[in-house]
């Protein structure tokens, strides 16, 4: 057994070992999962939103979110308001809180992001509130 393998599954997890997920604006790589290497509490991954584009309005219902930003600059949209983040910045999303993400900037947005607890289902644990136009 190697330092990245436990007696079942990988623990060491990179984009090019999990399938991209594109149909929420943006792309995403969940990296540390239930199905990736068998957590129990929470998810973990990356994500990029291009230069002018969005990430879809979405909730977590069983979850808190939170990011940290790596590149580029945006605002995310609540219900009640915006927020604007920027490199160097982390942002959380409380629980069931409504929100997008708009890049305002010149670059890809690149973060990495956390949300625990786990939903029941994955199904369950992103819920979309908006369709693309």
């Known amino acids: 057994m190697t330092a990245t393998q436990s007696k079942t599954k990988k623990l060491a997890m990179g984009p090019e070992d999990v399938a991209t997920i ?7 790589h969940v990296l540390i999962s239930p199905t990736s290497v068998g957590s129990t509490k929470m998810i973990m991954g990356t994500a ?9 309005q ?12 790596l590149r580029g600059e945006g605002k ?4 009640d308001g915006e927020v604007p ?7 959380l999303t409380p629980q069931g809180q409504a929100h997008s ?14 949300s625990g607890p786990l939903a029941p ?3 369950e644990g992103h819920i979309i ?5």
């Open 121 to 123: 289902s994955p199904k």
């Open 22 to 28: 594109e149909d929420r604006g943006g792309e995403i």
């Open 101 to 114: 993400i708009f890049n305002t900037g010149e670059a890809e947005i690149l973060v990495v992001f956390a």
């Open 48 to 56: 990029t939103v291009p230069v002018g584009g969005k990430v879809l």
């Open 129 to 133: 509130l908006e369709q693309e136009d």
């Open 85 to 91: 983040f920027q490199a160097g910045q982390a942002v």
């Open 58 to 69: 979405h909730a977590h219902p069983h979850s808190e979110e939170c990011f940290y930003v």
């Open 76 to 79: 995310i949209v609540f219900e």
